[in-house]
């Protein structure tokens, strides 16, 4: 297979971009993890180890991939790799699109490899203590934007899909 399309989910809060606190989602907003799914659905979705423990199951529907340096880690349902390459390999030889779920780390080492990412920002003061890489200066070609409004929250949050140029 041709080398795949790489693609990062992420939400984001809008002041500093950070993306988890103390191991769990800084916030839980329904429509975009019905989004999340949508999107993902049917494709390879690569973690690293503490976001795929914090989640605690492979998601349904798609092959998932957890990173790992301890080769004794067992994910059952998961195809557990001890790089950043050979789950991008992995996941290339299974579809011509796959996905980077997080955490923090992973997607700081893949954003380089990256052609599109999907972006939630989300406008929340909530303090985090994991944060996503910069993206702006290489990710500028917007491909979709909508604002959304979270009535369960009442945070107001916004869908932005961005290529790299
Ligand atoms: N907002 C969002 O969209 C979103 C999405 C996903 C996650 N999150 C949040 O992000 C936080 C977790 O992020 P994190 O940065 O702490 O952890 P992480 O990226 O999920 O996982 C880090 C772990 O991955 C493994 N790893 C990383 N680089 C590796 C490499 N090059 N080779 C082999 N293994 C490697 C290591 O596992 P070992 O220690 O086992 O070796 C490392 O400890 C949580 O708060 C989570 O809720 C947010």
């Not at 991939?65 to 067992?74: C, D, M, S």
């Not at 349902?77 to 796959?98: H, M, N, R, T």
């Not at 052609?115 to 993206?135: N, R």
């Not at 604002?147 to 790299?164: A, I, Q």
């Amino acid at each position: 297979m041709s080398k795949p399309t790489i693609s990062i989910v992420v939400a984001v809060t809008g002041n500093n971009h950070a993306i988890g606190n103390g191991g769990k989602l800084l916030v839980h907003i329904s429509d975009d993890l019905k989004r999340f799914k949508a999107i993902t659905r049917g494709h390879p979705i690569i973690w690293g180890r503490k976001t795929y423990e914090s989640i605690g199951r492979p998601l349904p529907e798609r092959t998932n991939i957890v990173i790992t340096r301890n080769p004794e880690f067992k994910a059952e349902g998961c195809i557990v790799v001890p790089s950043l390459e050979d789950a991008i390999k992995k996941a290339g030889e299974l579809d011509s699109e796959i996905f980077i779920g997080g955490g923090g780390e992973i997607y700081k080492e893949a954003l380089p490899y990256v052609h599109k990412l999907y972006l939630t920002i989300v406008e929340s003061d909530a303090e985090g203590d994991v944060f996503f890489p910069d993206w702006r200066k290489n990710f500028t070609k917007e491909t979709f934007r909508e604002e959304r409004l979270d009535e369960k929250t009442g945070l107001k949050y916004t869908w932005v899909d961005l290529e790299r140029v």
